[in-house]
């Protein structure tokens, strides 16, 4: 893995997106793998601002994301599919047939995993993922316990995972209780691998990635095994390892 530490949030949300904004301008067609939570919105506002200010385009690129709530509507401000559209999709030049997110008010889940496992094959596979971590090393909502091998499939979440997901939604009791994730193995596919991480609140997580074993008590430990990794972290979220 490569480790690239910068200053605080706003650093690293802007080397995010110099190394994504590169690749699109080296691959116009490229298929990007996205993330949403509190830590890409930095590196979409300036994905974004590029766009305006110089023009990158998106017109043939393609995304899948790694994953959708599964019982809320697609209007609900809480789907991924709105947040997409909200902070990146509605501001660029992206032709919304080619972003992809998992269905999660499919009538048939189960169907939909399998769906959108063989859409990401159909279409190449993801170029380049970029990815969050949960405090637990979650990746995806492939929380503690998951196979490495794993592919899209349902999961429960974490009480964990739900409460800091919370603090979007009215009431704890709110948040859903299952959704739809790429699985590891199916990220571990990817050509490329971007992991944001940022703030005090994921230092333990950073420890753990970069001095614990790989093993499945801790997902993301999985990507010390990946051949091409890039992860971004701010001073304070690596506080425990300089
Ligand atoms: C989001 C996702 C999650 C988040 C993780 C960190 O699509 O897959 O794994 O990346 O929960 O969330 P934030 O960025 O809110 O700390």
Not at 67 to 94: A, Q, V
């Amino acid at each position: 893995m490569k480790l690239k530490v910068v200053e605080d949030y706003q650093a690293m949300s802007r080397a995010a997106a110099d190394l994504i904004i590169d690749k699109v301008r080296m691959n116009p067609e490229i298929t990007l793998g996205l993330a949403t939570g509190g830590t890409p919105k930095g590196t979409y506002q300036n994905l974004i601002k590029d766009h305006q200010l110089n023009g990158t385009s998106y017109g043939s690129v393609k995304t899948f994301n790694l994953d959708e709530y599964i019982g809320i509507p697609i209007r609900d401000p809480n789907s991924y599919r709105y947040y997409m559209n909200t902070y990146l999709f509605d501001h660029i030049d992206i032709d919304k047939s080619n972003t992809f997110v998992p269905r999660g008010n499919a009538e048939n889940p189960t169907e939909e995993c399998v769906r959108y496992e063989n859409s990401l094959l159909v279409h190449g596979g993801v170029d380049l993922q970029i990815l969050g971590i949960g405090r637990n090393g979650h990746i995806g909502f492939n929380e503690p316990g998951t196979s490495f091998s794993s592919k899209t499939h349902i999961v429960s979440l974490a009480q964990t995972t739900r409460e800091a997901n919370s603090r979007y939604f009215p009431r704890i009791e709110d948040v859903p209780k299952q959704a739809i994730t790429m699985g590891i193995g199916t990220i571990m596919k990817s050509n490329e691998i971007l992991l944001l991480i940022s703030g005090e609140r994921k230092q333990e997580a950073v420890k753990r990635l970069l001095t614990g074993e790989v093993h499945e008590s801790f997902p993301a430990s999985i990507l010390n095994q990946h051949p091409n990794v890039t992860v971004i972290v701010d001073h304070a979220a690596s506080a425990l390892i300089e």
